[in-house]
């Protein structure tokens, strides 16, 4: 049984929205990576993207691209990602997607990946620079090892790939709030509202919307329209924020919580 | 590796030559790209528009560039007659122009009037912010900061030409960081903006559509150096960075199975990993390329055992790069075209040859293929003939090694 379709069915008994952080591996530390992982557990995640740090993540405004260099800077790999997700999962049960720019993966071998990431407790793997038309071995050994595959779908998405992309995805579908690299924003846009209106018709998955998402209005207007929001650079700019600072965990443990207030 | 009989180098519909090529994006990229494929493929079985571009690059570009037999180049080798292919002698200097001219085009086609593009060293840039003032066109240029400072005369021609030129301060400052930044406009500003890709690499269509509009070098050459000895040479040799001069004098050749194809690879300063970008040097004590993902194509990427791209580093800003085109990847691993590299010293030292013996000063990139060609023509027979791709003038690199003479 895939832990994320219990996770949203769940929600959907009890009429929440979800509630997705992502944090990179390694920044500023291992150690404190696993603690977060454990504090956004506690603060109410739902489910956590943990970021692979890459020395080219195209994909990535600012913010993450500086949580990338940390983690490298650290010299922290896949493998050590893995490793944290193993470690804080002997705490926490809450499912964890991978989140990888593709190279880190190839070079690391598909099956070693499949293997290694399910026995450390990952529950799916997303790869921003894989789409389906590249992916199909991916998806299928990813699946034969029970992890879902998440993809994504933008505004730019033509209709025809929606059907593809819900295909092969598994878990969630996670639908890029406009088009752009991640980065906290002030204002959401429609194209969000629009686009998983059109996911929605040709899929069942639950969809969680990010890129931009940074603000606990933002989560109740995502809310509305979708099953999850995933919040990225808003946390990853308060651990920036607070990265020597002795009580960093439980600082961003607060602010994880500070979104999900509801007034 | 076994040597092949490959006849044709085409891709699949998507963009692959065997596993390389493809498409390794952000789901956001795929809607633009899908656009741009289908209008280049429109454009490439439309005759008016080859017509336009022929007759551009005549009148404007000064095509066709003449093959010009070097006899003191020849004489100083002693062996077969080296024939040099003048891209330096078109329009900005380079070849660039002939895709960014091609690229151009199609842009307007498009109905896209913000043009982006990266630049390594400058030539590119300056033949897109070129073609963007012809036809009246915004231009914004990446470039890495070292790339700035190492090429600032190209920084000032395309600001006298128009063009914004936005300071890449990321990585190693150099051409990867400013392909990345490129990237990330275009993933923002998808609805009115043109990427205008520089070199045969990236996401399908552009290996493709960059090796088509480079192509005129080589139907060129094939045509002037039959008229010229009446045979065909027994090689061919130029410089890789991503792989479009190169490729673009290649492919009309690859049939002729007589016909050595040879890139040269910038060997840089050392054998380590981060000191070259030499990507076909798989030794594995140098720490070098395999076959790996980056920037929306799977090739031979210059990375370290764990998937992170390497910094690499090159005298010349437009060999400097960790990855190269697609179609050499393949054309390497078929046994088709060979892969040589020529370190910063030998680029020097062809540098000066060339503008010593033949009053020509190339570009540092070009210069690479100088001393291998002179070392190829030494041993084959004097009734041979090779050519070597001068891609470009080295008028942008004059500051430079003044200064690495002077200190
Ligand atoms: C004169 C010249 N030759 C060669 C190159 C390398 O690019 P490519 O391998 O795409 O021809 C450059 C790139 O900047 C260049 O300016």
């Known amino acids: 049984m895939s832990r994320i379709r219990d996770t949203f069915a769940e929600l959907k008994r009890s009429g929440r929205g979800g509630f997705i952080p992502f944090i990179t591996a390694g920044d500023p530390d291992l150690a404190t990576s696993e603690l977060l992982l454990i504090e956004l557990a506690a603060a109410g995640a739902d489910i956590i993207e943990l970021g692979v740090p890459f020395s080219d993540p195209v994909a990535d405004g600012e913010v993450i691209q500086r949580a990338s260099e940390r983690a490298l800077r650290n010299g922290v790999t896949l493998q050590d990602a893995l490793t944290c997700v193993a470690r804080a999962k002997q705490q926490i049960d809450v499912p964890v997607v991978l989140f990888s720019y593709f190279n880190p993966l190839l070079q690391f071998g598909r099956e070693r990946l499949a293997n290694e990431a399910k026995q450390a407790g990952v529950d799916a793997v997303l790869v921003t620079d894989l789409i389906p038309e590249e992916a199909q071995a991916w998806t299928e050994t990813l699946q034969q090892h029970e992890l879902d595959p998440i993809f994504l779908v933008a505004p730019t998405t033509s209709g025809e790939r929606l059907v593809r992309i819900a295909q092969q995805a598994r878990g969630f579908i996670y639908a890029v709030s406009r088009a752009g690299v991640t980065g906290a924003r002030d204002e959401m846009t429609h194209d969000a509202e629009t686009l998983v209106r059109r996911v929605r018709m040709v899929s069942d998955l639950p969809v969680a919307v990010g890129f931009g998402v940074s603000t606990a209005e933002h989560l109740r207007e995502v809310w509305r329209f979708a099953d999850a929001a995933v919040v990225g650079s808003a946390i990853v700019r308060e651990i920036e924020r607070l990265k020597t600072a002795p009580d960093l965990v439980q600082r961003v443990g607060k602010f994880a919580k500070s979104l999900l207030a509801t007034t | ?407």
């Open chain 2, 1 to 407: 590796m076994q040597r092949s009989t490959i006849t044709a180098s085409e891709p699949d519909e998507d963009g692959h030559w065997g596993q390389f090529g493809g498409r390794y994006v952000p789901e956001t990229l795929v809607a633009p790209l899908d656009e741009l494929t289908k209008e280049f493929t429109r454009a490439r079985h439309d005759a008016d528009f080859w017509c336009e571009l022929d007759q551009r690059l005549r009148d404007y570009c000064g095509r066709p560039t003449p093959l010009f037999h070097a006899q003191r180049l020849t004489a100083h080798a002693g062996g077969a007659q080296i024939y040099l292919k003048r891209e330096d002698l078109s329009h900005t200097g380079s070849h660039k122009i002939n895709n960014a001219m091609g690229q151009a085009l199609l842009a307007r086609r498009m109905g896209k009037r913000r043009i982006i593009a990266e630049t390594g060293a400058g030539q590119h840039g300056v033949a897109t912010a070129t073609v963007c003032a012809m036809f009246g066109l915004q231009c914004i240029i990446y470039m890495g900061a070292e790339d700035m400072r190492r090429q600032a005369l190209n920084v000032f021609r395309m600001r006298l030409l128009g063009a914004e030129v936005v300071a890449v301060n990321a990585g190693a400052r150099t051409l990867k960081d400013a392909i990345n930044e490129a990237l990330r406009d275009w993933v923002t500003n998808v609805h009115d903006t043109y990427y205008l890709l520089g070199s045969a690499l990236g996401p399908h269509p552009y290996p493709l559509m960059v090796r088509e509009f480079q192509r005129v070098i080589g139907r060129e050459a094939r045509e002037q150096i039959l008229s010229a000895t009446g045979h065909l040479p027994r090689a061919l040799i130029a410089c890789v960075g991503g792989g479009s001069n190169s490729i673009g004098l290649f492919h009309p050749f690859i049939g002729d199975q007589s016909v050595r194809l040879i890139g040269v690879e910038a060997g840089g300063r050392a054998d380590s990993l981060g000191e070259h970008a030499a990507r076909f040097h798989t030794s594995v004590a140098s720490g070098g390329g395999r076959i790996g993902v980056l920037q929306g194509t799977m090739s031979y990427v210059l990375q370290n055992d764990t998937g992170q791209i390497a910094t690499t580093h090159s005298i010349s800003a437009g060999l400097d790069y960790a990855a190269i085109g697609p179609e050499h990847a393949f054309l390497h691993d078929s046994g088709r075209a060979e892969y040589i590299c020529a370190s910063d010293a030998e680029a020097l030292e062809g540098f000066t040859l060339c503008a010593e013996l033949e009053g020509i000063i190339p570009a540092l990139e070009s210069s690479h293929a100088i001393i291998p060609a002179v070392r190829i023509a030494c041993e084959l027979p004097q009734s041979d003939a090779i050519i070597v791709n001068l891609s470009g003038r080295g008028d942008k690199d004059v500051q430079l090694v003044a200064e690495l003479y002077v200190t």
